[in-house]
């Protein structure tokens, strides 16, 4: 039968078909999102089957997460009748791990080599610069980590490695010292599997020829994100080295990329392996697609015009036959709040009269910790949720560690939180120990805080150490409010400071102080007005007490709020006590982090960073917190790299939607403990005008000119609507929540000082600028000002003498 009528070909477009029907060489196709590469190379290894070219044995898929290799496999099995099981399709790390497990002699590694997860690789390091007599302070376990993933990124052993200087020399030692341990104890960390796969391949020439042979074809999506080492992994899988020179070897490379979706730089991609792939392969066929069928007109019309602001790109239009649908909606919410509740009510409305199953719904943000409001206004509507490639807020590693140090200074005889910190942050405590400690408190009769005293010898020592600890936090947080004694508990129990110092802990640093921010809104919430909650325990119990029978109050003045005890006085009602603003926080807390999750399989709307989305598509798409300082985050501002990898990220948000985008920010947010006054992100002003529907007034944003009130910018955007719940809104067919109108005011934009984001400025010092953030309040008031000439700085107000101008 003739394989281009084959039916897999069908509803390919002559580019797709040409290049799933490729002769057996290497080739590339470089295009933008939607076109259908992943679509492309799955149909290519159908067809290579299915007419016979090559046995499933004989072909290698390279996936960038699991996720998606499992969708690919899904796939394959729909389109042939073929058991897939046993086939080469997975990550990097998942085909290297498989490799050296087949061959773990040649590898020289023992037969049960174990995975060393990057918690367990911390305590390996700290280990050694213990067992070596060094100075934690000045060999930071946490840098040494760093320094070891990153050469074994670059491909790095360390006698390779050229010496700068001294300290340089003991860290290189230390690589050593580490790698010579791993070997000892039969273990292999996540970087390793790469480094040491490669060398494998690379020192076992009948090994290599025994792969070459076997894998025919060779097939790698998001080629755009792999770093140096995998590149050379590749290499050595599909030619070899001749005086120095590669040649390319007879079997097929299809690499898959978009230049405009690399969004890995900060873990080591490299776009330019696809250059290099293109010169080293001799690659003849470079394939374009540029019919996206993923996404609406207005849609891809934004995505292509955002990303032209870019310089360094290989430059690639997409266009679409789909019509232009419907414009990008903008909304604007005075706090994160009111932003996560207009979603919310807008997500049940796509639901309820579009249609729309949850599920082809997604929210994407920039930083994992935006997710807990938006899981929180959810939760309280009752709207299934799943949160994707990361856990939900409460369930997140550090967020128990936390919450289990705040049970413990509620309840010192809560054995199971006891158990969950005793040893974290790392304190020396043993398993053993914890044993020894249970026994002796199940034989006692008595919990474990408790059994502590009776337990002799060397290790009880460390655990009197922990018991006191919390007695003495336990003090500390007498008669503090519920921030207070977050805050107390973050630093006494180390956890931030343990966070802090590690590699890979910002988001964590980030989602514990996002648990005061939690702490904040709950207290907002449950009417537990500051004041209150300073009284001492008991007399801010009676006061509760005798509060909760009073109206419903609208939760903003302090006093007022007092009135209003939905959780509180719910559980007074049941159990006849009265509960601390801690013990209703932890209910809380339990409850959030129940079972609400959709069930596997339940019909939920999908939560998820936009790192996470890449590959992914869903007909409605919210991109929240579209702000100066979040998105572009704060991190990439100063330099031109970071910034145009921001961009592709928000060029890979924009493509994830089919039909319906919407875009939205906040005046005001808590970020980092603290209510921060945001600029509207700079990438909206880089979106054509006529693609954009403004849902509510556009405010000062990051354009020139808007110097006035946050309400007058602008003038020019169509669309524009008069005030907050007017009839503009009607129109849309969409309603402001009760909450967002309460709240809307543009004096909510104001700051002290009168400074105020978005406001030109004059320092005597470093001139012109422009304010992008201010936070804080009184004298711990600051304010972030982007100089015209000295680039953005963070000033004092009490201190810095800044002219609006
Ligand atoms: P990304 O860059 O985001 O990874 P991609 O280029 O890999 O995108 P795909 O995910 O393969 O794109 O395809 C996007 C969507 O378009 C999918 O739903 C796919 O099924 C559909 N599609 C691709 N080609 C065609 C076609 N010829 N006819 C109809 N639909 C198509
Ligand atoms: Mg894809």
């Known amino acids: 039968t003739d394989p281009a009528r084959s039916p897999l070909l069908q509803a390919l477009n002559p580019e797709q078909l040409a290049a799933v029907t490729l002769p057996a060489a290497h080739a590339l196709i470089l295009a933008g999102a939607g076109s259908g590469k992943t679509r492309v190379l799955t149909t290519r290894i159908a067809w290579l089957l299915s007419t016979g070219q090559v046995t499933a044995g004989g072909i290698m898929a390279v996936t960038f997460t699991n996720k998606a290799a ?9 389109m042939l009748p073929l058991n897939v099981r046993g086939m080469w399709i997975g990550t990097f790390h998942g085909l290297c791990h498989r490799l050296l497990r087949a061959h773990w002699k040649l590898a020289a590694l023992p037969q049960t080599f174990q995975i060393l997860d990057t918690q367990d690789q911390l305590s390996a390091i700290k280990r050694l610069v213990k067992q070596q007599g060094l100075d934690e302070e000045q060999f930071k376990p946490k840098e040494l980590q760093w320094f070891i993933a990153h050469c074994k990124e670059e491909g790095l052993r360390p006698h390779q490695i050229p010496i700068h200087d001294e300290d340089h020399r003991r860290k290189v030692e230390m690589y050593q010292l580490y790698e010579a341990q791993c070997q000892r104890e039969g273990v292999v960390d996540f970087g390793e599997l790469m480094l040491r796969s490669f060398e494998l391949l690379r020192d076992q020439p009948a090994l290599r020829e025994h792969y070459q042979q076997r894998f025919r074809h060779i097939l790698i999506d998001e080629f755009q994100d792999t ?106 919410a005075p706090t994160d709040f009111a932003e996560a509740q207009w979603i919310v009510d807008e ?4 639901v309820k009269n579009d249609g729309l199953p949850r599920q082809e719904v997604a929210i994407l943000y920039r930083s994992n910790a935006q997710s807990r409001v938006l899981e929180s206004a959810l939760f309280n509507a009752g709207v299934p949720y799943r949160v994707y490639g990361g856990l939900r807020f409460f369930e997140r590693a550090e967020i128990k560690h936390a919450l289990a140090y705040l049970r413990l200074l509620d309840n010192p005889h809560d054995d199971t939180s006891f158990l969950r910190v005793a040893n974290f942050p790392p304190r020396g405590i043993g398993a053993r120990t914890l044993e020894q400690l249970q026994d002796r408190a199940r034989s006692r009769g008595c919990s474990l805080h408790d059994a502590v005293e009776h337990l002799g010898g060397a290790a009880a020592t460390k655990l009197r150490a922990f018991v006191a600890k919390i007695d003495v936090m336990r003090e500390a947080t007498a008669g503090a409010t519920l921030r207070q004694i977050i805050d ?100 809380h807390a339990a409850l959030e982090s129940g079972d609400n999750q959709a069930q596997a399989g339940q019909d939920a709307v999908q939560l998820m960073t936009v790192h996470a989305a890449k590959g992914l598509e ?69 979106l054509p005008e006529h693609c954009l529907k403004w849902l509510t ?32 809104l009607a129109e849309t067919g969409f309603t402001v929540p009760a909450s967002a109108r309460q709240t809307a005011s543009p004096a909510q934009a104001a700051a002290p000082h009168g400074i105020r984001a978005g406001m030109q400025v004059f320092h005597p010092k470093f001139g012109e600028g422009k304010v992008l953030t201010v936070e804080g309040q009184g004298d711990d008031a600051r304010a972030q000002v982007s100089f015209m000439r000295h680039g953005s700085k963070w000033l004092a107000l009490s201190v810095a003498k800044l002219t609006p101008i």
């Open 697 to 728: 007034p556009p405010s000062a944003g990051w354009g020139a000119g808007e110097r006035g009130s946050p309400w007058g910018a602008a003038p020019s955007r169509v669309g524009m609507q008069p005030a907050w719940g007017r009839s503009g």
């Open 347 to 350: 997500i049940r409305h796509l």
């Open 70 to 78: 499992k969708e690919m496999l899904t796939r394959l099995q729909a």
């Open 488 to 587: 107390i508990m973050l630093q006494h129990s180390g956890l931030l400071a343990h966070y802090r110092d590690d590699r890979d802990g910002a988001d964590r640093v980030e989602n514990l102080e996002e648990l005061v921010n939690a702490a904040e809104s709950f207290v907002m919430q449950e009417g537990f007005g500051r004041d209150a909650v300073a009284l001492p325990l008991d007399e801010t119990a009676s006061t509760l007490a005798v509060a909760g029978q009073s109206p419903v109050s609208q939760g903003l003045d302090p006093t007022a709020a007092l009135l209003d005890l939905p959780l509180s006085d719910a559980v007074a009602a049941e159990t006849g006590e009265t509960v601390s603003p801690l013990v209703a926080f932890l209910t």
């Open 618 to 686: 869903f007909d409605a798409v919210f991109i929240a917190g579209l702000e100066e300082g979040l998105f572009p985050h704060e991190n990439s501002l100063s330099n031109m790299d970071g910034l145009e990898e921001e961009r592709r990220l928000m060029y890979v948000a924009i493509t994830r939607a089919r039909k319906r985008l919407y875009l939205t920010h906040a005046q005001t947010r808590m970020l980092h403990g603290q209510t921060r006054y945001h600029l509207r992100s700079r990438f909206f002003d880089e």
């Open 227 to 332: 770093n140096r080492l995998q590149y050379a992994w590749l290499k050595q899988l599909a030619g070899h080295e001749e005086q120095g020179r590669f040649v390319p070897g007879s079997n097929a490379v299809l690499a898959v990329g978009d230049d405009d979706q690399s969004i890995y730089a900060f873990r080591g991609a490299r776009v330019g392996n696809m250059a290099d792939f293109v010169r080293e392969f001799g690659v003849r066929h470079q394939i374009k697609l540029e019919q996206n069928y993923r996404s609406h007109g207005h849609i891809l019309d934004a995505a292509n015009h955002l990303i032209d602001h870019n310089r360094s790109r290989l430059g690639k239009q997409l266009r679409t036959d789909q019509g232009a649908g419907e414009p990008l909606r903008v909304y604007e």
